[in-house]
């Protein structure tokens, strides 16, 4: 462990899991010091933290004045204190790799944690492994719909984000809530802490910019990898592979991907919106998985998260007849393309917090096969979601899109300037379904795009 009890630490960003990670640290180091980046903590949430013995500031702290810093993967290197421990060749840990740390203090005896990441598709993929190995394991997941006990069927914590520090107070609701599960999913952004038994990467497909535009969320992502633990297990999509060319000779590899490429472990023979078959070949294990039309969601917009998941039940040694039954009786996740009933409309749910332009694009194609009139509810909730939706991006959407829609109702206060007399503007997306409900009739299609947590 790197992080000893004579360590004197300073965490930096103390707005996304820096906190947390701060506080666990203070009982485990010598002293603990956080650094508000961003200017986002009140006063209260300051002072609980110099309560516990963290030292706080607002302003950039003297590098050399500790022993090791923690700062996330996407902050900007020239941050001073951050640059000042590189330049000095200073030890320098991302949260996920202190989180992996902090864990190491925990009882996981017996208790096998998988770590998923990647671009799109996380939530979804969490959502249906935790339902498949529920159905012989206890399971507990933790995903940006909460934490979820899969043996009770119920969320025993809310209100948690999926930085990598969000990992402790998940696992220390489970303790306080004295359960004891078999297998512990987790959603991550950006990457893993290293103390997986398996390790996942969804895709790093439709890769963006981090670090005040320094490097690619990919290189984050990549960490996963170099940081696994010797003889654990990586899951990892063959778009990740392909990019990152040579793998690990010391942990057990599975790739998949989500077209048809026999290459891999575990691909798609064929896929459709009416159906579709994932191959697998692992080992002496292989055999085939049918997947049928379902009603209630778009089959092709979980694509990713049905082959991902399969090649993840795999490696836990989950029989192919098992996973079919589980994939057969997934109604879709919230916020992921799900068809539901709404008061008398169909409503097609696609708001969620990996919202982008393209996927509501396709959510849209995927409405107007349903019906004809659509009133759609498109935006951000922007105090939720850091990245947002970029309002030019929405611009160049409306442009193209308008005359497809019966109605527009734009939800987030940075779409205000795009309203106009034919396009309606809410606050947040309750009010932007509420609204969209009094511009429809019976029979109509609400399609609901607004980037947000739930």
């Known amino acids: 462990m790197l992080i000893k009890s004579s360590s004197r630490v300073a965490v930096l960003d103390l707005t996304h899991g820096g906190a947390i990670i701060a506080c666990k ?26 309560n516990d013995g963290i ?3 607002r302003d950039p702290l003297k590098a050399s004045d500790f022993d090791i810093i923690v700062a996330p993967v996407h902050l900007d290197p020239g941050y001073p204190t951050l640059k000042e421990a590189i330049d000095n060749k200073l030890p320098v840990l991302s949260h996920h790799a202190a989180v992996g740390q902090i864990l190491s203090v925990y009882d996981l005896k017996g208790k096998t944690i998988i770590e998923i990441t990647g671009t799109k598709a996380k939530t979804s993929t969490a959502t249906l492994l935790a339902d498949i190995l529920s159905r012989q394991k206890r399971v507990v997941s933790h995903t940006s719909r909460g934490v979820e006990d899969w043996g009770t069927g119920k969320t025993i914590k809310k209100g948690l984000s999926i930085t990598p520090a969000s990992i402790l107070p998940a696992l220390d609701a489970v303790i306080e809530a004295r359960i ?47 940081d696994a633990k010797p003889t654990s297990s990586l899951v990892i999509n063959n778009d990740a592979l392909r990019y990152f060319g040579a793998c690990r000779r ?93 008061e008398g409309r169909t409503l ?48 160049r959407f409306i442009e193209k899109h308008r005359d497809e829609l019966s109605a527009l109702v734009l939800v987030g206060e940075r779409m205000r300037p795009l309203v ?10 309750q ?15 609400i399609l609901s795009c607004v980037k947000c947590f739930r």
């Open 25 to 50: 640290l203070a009982k485990l180091a010598e002293s603990a010091a956080g650094v508000d980046v961003y200017g986002t903590l009140g006063p209260e949430e300051l002072a609980a933290l110099e």
């Open 55 to 57: 030292k706080v500031s």
């Open 180 to 226: 004891e599960p078999d297998i512990l999913v987790f959603e991550i952004s950006l990457g893993g802490t290293g103390h997986a038994d398996i390790g996942v990467i969804t895709t790093i497909a439709n890769d963006y910019k981090i670090a005040n535009n320094t490097k690619m969320a990919s290189e984050a992502k990549r960490q996963m990898i170099l």
């Open 250 to 342: 010391d942990i057990k590899l599975i790739s998949f991907t989500d077209s048809v490429n026999a290459s891999c472990n575990v691909y798609y023979e064929d896929i459709s919106s009416e159906g579709g078959t994932i191959a697998y070949y692992l080992g002496r294990k292989k055999g085939r998985i049918i997947i049928r039309e379902n009603p209630d969601y778009d089959i092709t917009s979980y694509k990713t998260a049905f082959v991902c998941a399969t090649a993840i039940a795999l490696a836990m040694d989950i029989d192919g007849e098992t996973i079919e039954r589980a994939i057969g009786g997934f109604r879709g996740a919230q916020g992921r393309m799900r068809k539901i009933s709404f």
């Open 348 to 395: 097609i749910d696609n708001s969620n917090s990996g919202l982008d332009i393209r996927t509501a694009e396709k959510a849209l194609e995927f409405s107007k096969r349903q019906g004809e009139r659509i009133v759609m509810v498109l935006g951000e909730e922007a105090k939720e979601v850091c990245e947002g939706l970029p309002p030019a991006e929405v611009k």
């Open 420 to 429: 106009s007399d034919d396009i309606y503007y809410a606050g947040d997306l």
């Open 431 to 445: 009010k932007g379904l509420e609204l969209a409900k009094e511009l429809t009739r019976k029979n109509d299609i």
